[in-house]
């Protein structure tokens, strides 16, 4: 069955980097676009970042813009995201997800705190 499984997230200080992880199985990864997502306390979850299946193709939130990477490792079927410059409105739960056929999966997500 199809599993993402994030990790990476920690507590850290305004300013900070952290880079996030999204282990996949299940499915023929190579041939999908992987997105991360996250959800802070009492707000909607929102699209960060997204990756088409070669990794030729990225698109970012513009609220991270220039602050944040996503890529992918085909050979290990693992999707990143690289945050720099973190901020305490970056703090969330952050989800990877993939969109098989038309059904979504999401991982368990993992805790990102911005906070001196």
């Known amino acids: 069955q199809v599993q993402l499984v994030e990790s990476g997230g920690e507590l850290v200080h305004p300013g900070g980097s952290l880079r996030l992880s999204c282990a996949a199985s299940?499915?023929?990864?190579?041939?999908?676009?992987m997105y991360w997502y996250r959800q802070a306390p009492g707000k909607e979850r929102e699209l960060v970042a997204y990756?088409?299946?070669?990794?030729?193709?990225?698109n970012y939130a513009e609220s991270v813009k220039d602050r944040f990477t996503i890529s992918r490792d085909n050979a290990k079927n693992t999707a990143f995201l690289q945050m720099n410059s973190l901020r305490p409105e970056d703090t969330a739960v952050y989800y990877c997800?993939?969109?098989?056929?038309?059904?979504?999966?999401w991982g368990q997500g993992t805790q990102v705190t911005v906070s001196s």
């Open positions: 990756v088409t299946s070669t990794g030729g193709l990225t």
């Open positions: 997800n993939v969109r098989l056929r038309g059904t979504e999966y």
């Open positions: 299940g499915f023929t990864y190579r041939l999908f676009t």
